[in-house]
């Protein structure tokens, strides 16, 4: 079992950048497979990237691809989400999830153990 903390969240002006991170506790970091979600006002929650166990795969919503990257330091147990050139429509809650699953997930299903999350406001 895996316990994950997200950081990071703030107010930042649209074109501006921010990095999340995803600090974990409990059994290692590398035995599980990475995502951030996000979950916007009134809207369910979406994926946003993922991240293989050992990092050297990943995959993006298209609607932050080249402007979105998630990485991993697995001898640190964190997650993070480098986020440029922001807009006011990624103004959501960003949450760090962990996949005891083999392979890059996508789905909410997929994902074993959640974060409490961390606010992202973009402003215009």
């Known amino acids: 079992q895996v316990q994950v903390v997200e950081s990071g969240g703030g107010l930042v002006q649209a074109g501006g950048s921010l990095r999340l991170s995803c600090a974990s506790s409990g059994r290692a970091l590398i035995t599980y497979g990475m995502g951030w979600f996000r979950q916007a006002p009134g809207k369910e929650r979406e994926f946003v990237a993922g991240i293989f166990r050992g990092g050297y795969s990943t995959t993006y919503a298209d609607s932050v691809k080249g402007r979105f990257t998630i990485s991993r330091d697995n001898a640190k147990n964190t997650v993070f989400l480098q986020m440029n050139n922001l807009k006011p429509e990624d103004t959501a809650v960003y949450y760090c999830?962990?996949?005891?699953?083999?392979?890059?997930?996508?789905?909410?299903?997929?994902?074993?153990?959640w974060g409490q999350g961390t606010q992202v406001t973009v402003s215009s």
């Open positions: 999830a962990a996949s005891a699953g083999y392979g890059l997930s996508t789905t909410e299903l997929q994902y074993d153990y």
